[in-house]
């Protein structure tokens, strides 16, 4: 009981310590006047130094000197609507005037194009024909012709040396048949003629509608042989379906041979 009874006197003492045994009496009916203990009071401030003083107050502004603006004399006019002496005797030239003469000649050197497209049923003749065109015409000579008939010859395709003209592939000239479009030209006075050689097996329509797409001219190969001409016009035949197909990608002129 004892040590209890002490403790509660320590804490007691411990909150009375802070208390102002010097402050006002309370008098019910009276203003009550606080005042704060001795030992709270604030010490008085020490007034500053003057180094702080002239770092806190900001010296005052030096005024900028003005500058004055020079105007510079104006120009004289000159009068741009007569021409002066150096741009009267060495006028401008003309960009867009351009010699007459050689536009004219330039033209007149250059030949119309025209692509003729060989098409019909397989083994028509139209690689063959082709290559008879680029015979008579110049563009394959004699020498080349030979050593064409020869290597037909060492295949077993005697009969096919006009055609490897166009058909410049080995599959093609082992097979005997045209896989990929042939390409050959030849020219005359005024007109430059490009032969496009289309395959005729129904395997290779894809590569016929290229070659369709680029010509003018469709020059359509019938064989008169004994049902071939029958084959090529039944159902599945490349004669019909060619023409149909020529006139699908916009060739305007057919020639029947």
């Not at 150096?86 to 004219?104: C, F, G, H, I, R």
């Amino acid at each position: 009981m004892t040590d209890s009874w002490e403790v509660e006197a320590e804490k007691l003492a411990e909150q009375t310590t802070g208390l102002n045994i010097n402050a006002h009496e309370f008098v019910p009916g009276k203003p009550f006047v606080f005042s704060m203990p001795e030992s709270v009071t604030e010490p008085p401030k020490e007034p500053l130094s003057t180094e702080i003083v002239q770092k806190i107050v900001p010296e005052p502004e030096k005024p900028v000197p003005k500058v004055e603006k020079v105007q510079k004399p104006a120009a004289p006019k000159t009068d741009t609507t007569k021409p002066t002496s150096a741009a009267a005797s060495n006028p401008p030239k003309d960009a867009t005037k351009y010699d007459t003469a050689a536009v004219q000649s330039f033209l007149s050197d250059r030949k119309e194009s025209v692509n003729i497209v060989f098409i019909g049923h397989v083994d028509a003749g139209k690689s063959t024909i082709g290559g008879q065109i680029l015979h008579l015409t110049g563009m394959v000579d004699k020498r080349t012709l030979d050593k064409f008939e020869q290597e037909a010859e060492a295949k077993g395709r005697a009969t096919w040396y006009l055609s490897w003209a166009l058909d410049t592939n080995n599959e093609e000239r082992d097979k005997g048949k045209t896989v990929e479009c042939g390409r050959g030209f030849f020219e005359t006075e005024r007109k430059r003629f490009t032969i496009l050689d289309a395959p005729g097996h129904g395997a290779f329509v894809p590569n016929m509608i290229n070659g369709a797409c680029q010509a003018d001219v469709a020059v359509l190969v019938i064989s008169a042989r004994q049902n071939e001409f029958e084959t090529g016009f039944d159902r599945g035949g490349q004669t019909r379906e060619h023409a149909m197909l020529a006139k699908t990608t916009g060739v305007k002129h057919l020639v029947i041979l």
